[in-house]
Every structure is written in structure tokens, then in C-alpha cells.
């Protein structure tokens, strides 16, 4: 007798949600239709997207497979992994209700020249939340842009939109290359009091992560949401 083919299993985010985490400094958000997985998000540079492509073709009931990810250096690596349950979190669930925190900047490509001025755009979830906005630069520094000196109310009705940086108050300058600046909402304000404006990112990220588990625990890690950008500077032509 003539057995029809066995048609695939289902697929569902419940099989891709842990092989995703699995993945070495990485933030990759599934959508499911059907049989077709597609992942977006940011992935390191010595992992590669064929690396990646292999992995996810091993989950059961995986038909079609679009990637789209940009890749990251290994510096971004303790950045990336800091923010990522709550970028996926967003991006998974946040989006699909059709809100969530997102952040853009104004320059075409996100290519930056030295001397322009850092302008970027920010919309925050469907709930009351607290803005923080931060500039991982190339040295191994953090810039603190949201609440600054020169920007300290952080405070967003639900769905809000804004442009911040639109008064020249941060400009390109040295070192030049592939910076994220990264966008985190929460519930409640992040620290107590105002941070130096620029600070060492190892102690910064350890103090966050401190923070958000914190917060998690109290409020529900679902009222904590992320979202990067990643820029390209480069010295201006003399």
C-alpha cells in the first residue's frame, strides 16, 4: 500500500522560544505561520547567520525559514544579552498587539558623521512608563542621554512618541564605527537618583540587570520593554 507523507508536525513558539535563548549573544524574535518560521533580530558577527539557519532548520515542524538579522560585534555581546528577554518580549508580544517600545534614529541607513547631530525617535508602550535612554560607545563607556542633565524628565503617558537629541544636545565625534543606543521602558523609575552622565558599561549593565530583576519580581517582567538601535559613524572627510 501507498503511505501518503507524513504531513509536519505543528510548529510553535513554545519549540523555537528556548533554542532562540540558546543562542550566544543574540536577540532574535520568532513569528509562527503554520510551517514558515521567520527570526528577526541581532545576532554575533562569529556565530553567522548559516550557523544560525542550520540550528533553527533542526526544530521539528520547521518548513520555510526567513532570517532577517543585523549582525553585532563581539564588543555589544554583554549589551546585547543584558536587554535581550525583554527586546524579544516586546517585539514578540508588545508588536503584535500593536504597541510596544521602539526606537529609530533620524539619519538615513543610521549612517552618522562626525559632527551630526544624534537625533533619534522613541515610542514607548501602551502604559504609563519611565524612559531611559542609553549610548553604548565604542570605548567601552555608556552615555546616559535619558534622564541626563540635559534631558532628565524620563516620565511617558502610555503610546508616546517623541524625538529627543533634536536640539543638537549630543553630536558624532571619536571613536568611529558600530554603536548601539538602546531604548528601556519600565514600570517604575530605573534608579533612585540621576547617574553620572557617562560611566564604565560593565558597571552599568551589572546595575541594571541588578535593577531589573528587581523590578520583574514586583511588577511583572512584561512591563519591561527594550529596543536598540545600531548606528555607523565615521570621521568626516577633511
Not at 20 to 26: F, I, Y
Not at 55 to 80: F, M, N, R
Not at 97 to 104: D, K, M, R, S
Not at 120 to 142: H, R
Request: net charge neutral; aromatic share 6%; glycine share 8%.
Amino acid at each position: 500500500a501507498v503511505q501518503p507523507p507524513a504531513s509536519p508536525p505543528p510548529l510553535s513558539l513554545a519549540a523555537v522560544m528556548p533554542v532562540l535563548e540558546r543562542v550566544p549573544c543574540s536577540a532574535l524574535a520568532p513569528a509562527v505561520q503554520g510551517n514558515n518560521l521567520r527570526v528577526q533580530g541581532y545576532l554575533s558577527g562569529d556565530i553567522g547567520v548559516a550557523r544560525l539557519k542550520e540550528t533553527l532548520q533542526a526544530i521539528p515542524g520547521v518548513q520555510a525559514l526567513d532570517i532577517d538579522v543585523q549582525p553585532v560585534g563581539s564588543d555589544k555581546c554583554s549589551v546585547i544579552q543584558a536587554y535581550a528577554p525583554y527586546w524579544v518580549h516586546n517585539r514578540v508580544h508588545n508588536r503584535q498587539a500593536g504597541g510596544g517600545a521602539a526606537i529609530h534614529t533620524k539619519a538615513a541607513r543610521a549612517e552618522l558623521t562626525e559632527g551630526d547631530p544624534l537625533v533619534v525617535d522613541i515610542t514607548t508602550p501602551g502604559y504609563p512608563s519611565y524612559v531611559n535612554l542609553d549610548y553604548y560607545v565604542l570605548d567601552g563607556s555608556v552615555v546616559h542621554m535619558v534622564p541626563s542633565p540635559r534631558a532628565r524628565a524620563n516620565q511617558a503617558p502610555p503610546n508616546y512618541s517623541a524625538t529627543i537629541g533634536g536640539l543638537g544636545n549630543w553630536v558624532i565625534a571619536k571613536p568611529f564605527g558600530n554603536e548601539l543606543i538602546a531604548l528601556l521602558v519600565t514600570p517604575v523609575p530605573l534608579f533612585d537618583g540621576m547617574r553620572p552622565e557617562s560611566e564604565a558599561r560593565d558597571e552599568y549593565l551589572r546595575a541594571v540587570q541588578e535593577r531589573l530583576r528587581q523590578i520583574a519580581a514586583r511588577h511583572g517582567s512584561d512591563k519591561i520593554a527594550a529596543d536598540f538601535v545600531q548606528i555607523t559613524t565615521r570621521e568626516r572627510k577633511r
